[in-house]
């Protein structure tokens, strides 16, 4: 007898018991999501079946775009849900917002007393000095610090925690050593915390990636999930990408017309150690992007076939001086592409992405640099193709400069480090080169 895999029941199954732990009376919930496993969703599904049941709940997310995409989510699926967005002085709603009238937006808890729903950053959330509410849920949870969940915890009584737990951790610009191993350890995770502090706390796993492609969930889920694995919810040849025009035998189009075959496309550079705006890693870069605008991309999938313009494809880098040589190269020909680090791309999704790989051309491999978040979040974001550009010889990196962080007593291990983690991608990379 053969046992077909339905992605749709599989998931559905987590969701359910999801939701019926968070009616079975546990103070938290705590639910891993692998990238584009429909995290947002339960999260819409969640508050629903919790405000539908006459709960007040109030909703935690990290950035203000995530705060406008959750409102846009909840609004557009249940109009019928009293919806609040807590908010700064100043603030402007954005399109997402202003399209739902019925939102009502207040600097002040009180004022939204009659809305079931209240959804704020969780900076803003940590102004409060009164209030309480029966329910929270945390979006993004895993890139919450561990002190503002504690600045939080006074405003509700039960949680439902979700979040990614392979991309980037929580950041700070201060040294952070002093508290290392220390079970409130502020740079910590807020889910790790929580858990150290109640491991009796039901934890469940999303198993499913409805954005990544047949070709990508498996080298992603390998690198960079290998306890906690999981499956595309599409199928080899669900999805297909196809250029309107030929390629006329570039470096840059065949490393297009790879990604286009199998998904991926490593672009190799020479070797050669460089200043961190390599020019010429740039400028590849920018001409991959630019370059696939140029052949009218079409991608063909379960949601029909649209072309893949410029809103549709993502670039990105680790640093922020990179984000602006790389837009400076794009100019006019690339507008409308997205340009950003991988700390800014987490959650977003496109068509396409085009990545400089955080450690093409360098001569060390910091702890910054090889941070499996940071590739994670960068080998992730896209739904058919995602081509890497980098310099020959970051393998030899890799191995000429072997983890040397210092280990602290009571610090969970990190697993796969970076290093583990940069070695599986590349390995899967070599697969696909095209030497520049």
């Given at each position: 007898?053969?046992?077909?895999?339905?992605?749709?029941?599989?998931?559905?199954?987590?969701?359910?018991?999801?939701?019926?732990?968070?009616?079975?009376?546990?103070?938290?919930?705590?639910?891993?999501?692998?990238?584009?496993?429909?995290?947002?969703?339960?999260?819409?599904?969640?508050?629903?079946?919790?405000?539908?049941?006459?709960?007040?709940?109030?909703?935690?997310?990290?950035?203000?775009?995530?705060?406008?995409?959750?409102?846009?989510?909840?609004?557009?699926?249940?109009?019928?849900?009293?919806?609040?967005?807590?908010?700064?002085?100043?603030?402007?709603?954005?399109?997402?917002?202003?399209?739902?009238?019925?939102?009502?937006?207040?600097?002040k808890a009180a004022d939204l007393d009659e809305h079931s729903v209240v959804i704020a950053t969780a900076a803003k959330w940590a102004t409060l000095a009164e209030g309480s509410w029966p329910w929270?849920?945390?979006?993004?949870?895993?890139?919450?610090?561990?002190?503002?969940?504690?600045?939080?915890?006074?405003?509700?009584?039960?949680?439902?925690?979700?979040?990614?737990?392979?991309?980037?951790?929580?950041?700070?610009?201060?040294?952070?050593?002093?508290?290392?191993?220390?079970?409130?350890?502020?740079?910590?995770?807020?889910?790790?915390?929580?858990?150290?502090?109640?491991?009796?706390?039901?934890?469940?796993?999303?198993?499913?990636?409805?954005?990544?492609?047949?070709?990508?969930?498996?080298?992603?889920?390998?690198?960079?999930?290998?306890?906690?694995?999981?499956?595309?919810?599409?199928?080899?040849?669900?999805?297909?990408?196809?250029?309107?025009?030929?390629?006329?035998?570039?470096?840059?189009?065949?490393?297009?017309?790879?990604?286009?075959?199998?998904?991926?496309?490593?672009?190799?550079?020479?070797?050669?150690?460089?200043?961190?705006?390599?020019?010429?890693?740039?400028?590849?870069?920018?001409?991959?992007?630019?370059?696939?605008?140029?052949?009218?991309?079409?991608?063909?999938?379960?949601?029909?076939?649209?072309?893949?313009?410029?809103?549709?494809?993502?670039?990105?880098?680790?640093?922020?001086?990179?984000?602006?040589?790389?837009?400076?190269?794009?100019?006019?020909?690339?507008?409308?592409?997205?340009?950003?680090?991988?700390?800014?791309?987490?959650?977003?999704?496109?068509?396409?992405?085009?990545?400089?790989?955080?450690?093409?051309?360098?001569?060390?491999?910091?702890?910054?640099?090889?941070?499996?978040?940071?590739?994670?979040?960068?080998?992730?974001?896209?739904?058919?193709?995602?081509?890497?550009?980098?310099?020959?010889?970051?393998?030899?990196?890799?191995?000429?400069?072997?983890?040397?962080?210092?280990?602290?007593?009571?610090?969970?291990?990190?697993?796969?480090?970076?290093?583990?983690?940069?070695?599986?991608?590349?390995?899967?990379?070599?697969?696909?080169?095209?030497?520049?």
């Amino acid at each position: 007898m053969v046992v077909t895999f339905d992605p749709g029941a599989e998931a559905g199954r987590v969701v359910d018991a999801v939701l019926a732990d968070l009616a079975a009376g546990h103070r938290g919930v705590v639910v891993d999501s692998p990238p584009g496993a429909g995290k947002s969703t339960l999260v819409v599904r969640a508050a629903a079946h919790l405000a539908g049941a006459g709960e007040r709940l109030m909703i935690v997310a990290q950035t203000n775009e995530q705060v406008d995409d959750l409102i846009d989510r909840i609004a557009t699926g249940h109009p019928e849900l009293a919806l609040g967005r807590l908010s700064a002085a100043g603030y402007a709603p954005s399109a997402r917002v202003a399209a739902h009238p019925a939102v009502r937006i207040a600097q002040k808890a009180a004022d939204l007393d009659e809305h079931s729903v209240v959804i704020a950053t969780a900076a803003k959330w940590a102004t409060l000095a009164e209030g309480s509410w029966p329910w929270a849920i945390v979006d993004e949870a895993y890139q919450m610090r561990s002190d503002m969940l504690l600045r939080l915890a006074g405003r509700f009584e039960r949680a439902l925690f979700v979040g990614d737990p392979g991309q980037l951790d929580p950041f700070s610009t201060v040294e952070v050593e002093r508290w290392a191993g220390l079970s409130w350890d502020p740079l910590r995770s807020a889910v790790s915390v929580l858990l150290a502090h109640n491991p009796e706390l039901p934890v469940h796993r999303l198993p499913v990636s409805w954005r990544l492609p047949a070709s990508a969930a498996p080298v992603v889920s390998e690198a960079f999930y290998p306890f906690t694995g999981f499956r595309a919810g599409t199928a080899p040849g669900d999805r297909r990408l196809e250029f309107s025009a030929r390629g006329m035998g570039t470096p840059h189009d065949r490393a297009l017309d790879e990604a286009a075959a199998t998904g991926w496309a490593l672009l190799e550079l020479p070797a050669r150690h460089t200043v961190r705006t390599d020019s010429e890693a740039v400028r590849a870069t920018a001409a991959l992007a630019v370059r696939l605008l140029q052949r009218g991309g079409v991608a063909h999938s379960e949601r029909g076939t649209a072309p893949v313009d410029a809103a549709r494809i993502a670039v990105g880098a680790a640093h922020r001086d990179q984000v602006t040589a790389l837009r400076a190269a794009l100019g006019p020909a690339g507008a409308g592409v997205t340009v950003d680090t991988a700390n800014r791309l987490q959650g977003r999704e496109y068509d396409v992405t085009v990545v400089l790989h955080p450690l093409s051309g360098r001569r060390d491999a910091t702890a910054f640099h090889l941070e499996s978040g940071r590739l994670c979040v960068l080998a992730s974001r896209h739904r058919h193709a995602c081509v890497v550009v980098a310099r020959a010889g970051i393998p030899e990196l890799l191995d000429a400069h072997p983890s040397a962080e210092p280990v602290h007593l009571n610090v969970p291990v990190r697993f796969p480090d970076g290093w583990e983690a940069n070695q599986a991608i590349l390995a899967h990379l070599a697969e696909h080169r095209v030497r520049a």
